[in-house]
């Protein structure tokens, strides 16, 4: 078989020469891969594709001359696309010529299923729409590739070598070389973790530090609420066959006889095809297939059955069929990439077949609980030491998102705290939560132990309340929180801060954000210099979101939060808001 | 040897490609030797494959200082 096979920068052609090869062939054909306008449920305006491209050719090519072992073919094209391709422009091209239709086809097919697998080139990643329209000077691979919105803080950059040398590596530019000693992450330029950031910034920070994690496949029980990564498509027509969508008898539609014989009874799960002839009915249950192109089935209630005559009372139009291909037409999409699996659609994939879902991996979480006044919730706490809340809090926040954490309780102790980081398993750890003491003294305690075990500080404090002690904080691909001790502060750090990590690690589609309410019932406050973020419980009156604010006094607080399933977010300097005022909340009652 | 990295492997280590020195060894040693100067590739292991100038390397392949060698993480092309 001839083959051409590149990688090109360049746009592929919209129509291109059949190759000399070709000639005598009985089918050419060709498919051409475009870009779609959204890529995990946002809307983009260009992905960018890289390769290993000396493997990637020759991977085509050994796996086309494969192939051509099972589906004799004249002459193959392919060219992928590298670099950034816009929406509606071809990413891949392959062309293929062959005797006949049959070999041609698949092929081709093969050829597709087969790159997808082996060949090593990558969706690196989406340019947003909004942030090319926003960004004019946006450059493919830059560090503001990704989010549109202009950040504080910037991600850390890779860590150039000295004298990088050029790469042989093909592919995508931004070749970047590192010495070989370790490179890890440097601190983002231009930001000062001793400045206090707002939960905003923090958030965002929180968003671009995390990408969604690598997908795995498994059984669909374990797959709800967590995001969909492939597209899944009907593996064939749904319904697969006309059925009845009543329980009656199938007669000819062109066949205005008010008498019928009934020749046959089709349940459903029953195949029985034949040809209906005038004055013949079937009789059909609900679901079952119909033996012959058009009919219509009389609702048994509109018919009244003598021996193995039918009568028919009451003929109305309707035909009261299900017809193949009406919910779905085989190979088109029935759940999107980035989607939120809940019980219907996992309901939808098992009927598809697809009885294993590529969703984000869970992400691996480690806590730890540091202090010595707090014992464990079964001990009976001795004066000046509390029972251990946090432990509690966390687990039960984490698992609306599938986490199990690993938790441990250490004393207040730097070198407890030091051994624990340097725990091996660390590495592979994607969130490090540590819950401490709400005081100066061991906020810099939890500060100091992430950064002596090689932790990048990138927040410190912030502007908001409560959880102003927070402490973000990143090693390779652990990203570590710093928690307040008390309660209360957990609850909004958790929610606001290690929410927008999971949901980044999950995927667009699990984003939660703050929303319009009103709220119902008057909240009593002084004004303060800082945003305050409130417990609430939100429920519907009268069509409309009504927020109960819950009294609190302290962020150690926990009565409040037994009821909580709301925040408020109250700006800086606001006071008392009277009921019915318009406020912004956040959903704490939510998954992914 | 030369290492190369793709995807999000250069994000995670910051960088698209490592000089490694460790002598002739099989994938265990590479990897030992390779999760020593970037830890965080240790959770993506199970994920990637090896590639050997330019081919995927089978399970009992040998590795030199001369070798080219390629961590594919799971690809997306098409």
Redesign the interface.
């Known amino acids: 078989m001839h083959l051409e096979v590149r990688l090109t920068s360049d746009p592929i052609p919209a129509a291109w020469p059949v190759p000399a090869a070709a000639r005598g062939a009985g089918a050419w054909i060709e498919f051409r891969g475009v870009v779609r306008g959204e890529e995990n449920g946002q809307p983009i305006a260009a992905l960018e594709y890289e390769a290993y491209a000396p493997m990637a050719e020759r991977e085509m090519r050994r796996i086309l001359d494969e192939l051509a072992r099972e589906h004799p073919c004249l002459a193959a094209r392919v060219v992928h696309r590298v670099g950034l391709i816009p929406v509606g422009e071809a990413a891949i091209y392959v062309g293929v010529a062959g005797r006949h239709r049959a070999e041609a086809l698949a092929l081709l097919a093969a050829f597709m299923d087969r790159l997808k697998q082996d060949v090593p080139i990558w969706k690196r990643r989406a340019l947003a729409a909004a942030a090319l329209a926003g960004q004019p000077g946006t450059r493919p691979g830059g560090a503001d590739f990704q989010t549109a919105t202009a950040r504080v803080f910037n991600p850390p950059t890779a860590v150039a070598a000295p004298e990088p040398r050029p790469s042989k590596v093909g592919g995508t530019a931004g070749g970047e070389t590192c010495a070989p000693a370790r490179a890890g992450m440097v601190p983002p330029a231009g930001s000062t973790s001793d400045r206090p950031a707002s939960a905003d910034e923090v958030r965002e920070l929180v968003r671009s530090l995390c990408r969604p994690l690598e997908p795995e496949r498994v059984p669909l029980p374990r797959a709800l609420g967590r995001v969909l990564r492939e597209p899944v498509r009907a593996p064939e027509d749904l319904p697969p066959f006309d059925r009845s969508a009543v329980d009656g008898f199938a007669v000819r539609l062109d066949d205005p006889a008010e008498q019928f014989q009934v020749v046959d009874e089709i349940r459903a799960g029953d195949w029985k095809p034949r040809s209906l002839h005038p004055g013949e009915a079937v009789r059909l249950a609900t679901g079952g297939a119909l033996p012959d192109d058009g009919l219509q089935v009389l609702l048994q209630e509109d018919t009244r059955l003598e021996g193995d005559r039918v009568m028919v009372l009451r003929r109305e139009r309707a035909r009261n069929i299900r017809f193949r291909g009406e919910d779905a037409r085989a190979g088109g999409v029935l759940v999107e990439a980035g989607t939120v699996l809940g019980a219907g659609a996992l309901g939808l994939l098992a009927s598809a077949g697809c009885a294993e879902a590529l969703v984000s991996r869970v992400p691996r979480a480690v806590h730890l609980v540091t202090g010595n006044e707090i014992v464990p919730p079964e001990q009976a706490p001795a004066p000046g030491q509390i029972r251990d809340s946090n432990s509690a809090l966390v687990r039960g926040f984490l698992a609306s998102w599938g986490v199990v954490p690993v938790q441990r309780r250490l004393p207040e102790d730097a070198a407890a705290l030091a051994t624990a980081l340097e725990d091996p398993s660390l590495a592979e750890t994607d969130l490090l939560l540590i819950s401490g003491g709400a005081s100066v003294g061991r906020h810099d305690f939890t500060r100091r132990a992430l950064e002596t075990a090689g932790f990048v500080i990138l927040v410190s404090k912030t502007t908001a309340r409560p959880g102003k002690p927070l402490i973000v904080a990143q090693r390779g691909a652990t990203l570590a929180f710093g928690l307040p001790g008390n309660p209360l502060a957990h609850f909004v750090c958790l929610h606001l801060y290690v929410r927008a990590a999971l949901e980044a690690w999950s995927g667009p589609a699990a984003r939660n954000d703050f929303t319009l309410g009103t709220l119902a019932a008057d909240l009593p406050a002084e004004a303060h210099d800082r945003e305050t973020f409130w417990p609430a419980r939100w429920q519907l009156a009268g069509g409309e979101v009504g927020l109960m604010p819950l009294h609190w006094r302290s962020s150690g607080d926990l009565t409040a939060l037994a009821a909580a399933n709301a925040l408020l977010r109250l700006p800086a300097g606001a006071g008392t808001l009277g009921r019915g005022s318009r406020v912004e909340f956040l959903r704490t009652d939510l998954g992914p | 040897m030369r290492i190369?990295f793709?995807?999000?492997l250069?994000?995670?280590?910051?960088?698209?490609?490592?000089?490694?020195a460790c002598g002739e060894t099989d994938a265990d040693g590479l990897w030992r030797q390779l999760l020593v100067?970037?830890?965080?590739l240790?959770?993506?292991r199970g994920?990637v494959r090896l590639?050997k100038n330019?081919?995927?390397a089978p399970p009992d392949a040998r590795f030199g200082d001369a070798d080219e060698v390629?961590l594919?993480?799971?690809?997306?092309?098409?």
């Open positions: 190369l793709f995807a999000h250069r994000d995670v280590t910051g960088c698209a490609e490592l000089e490694l100067a970037h830890p965080e240790a959770r993506f994920s590639a330019a081919e995927y390629a594919i993480p799971p690809v997306s092309g098409g």
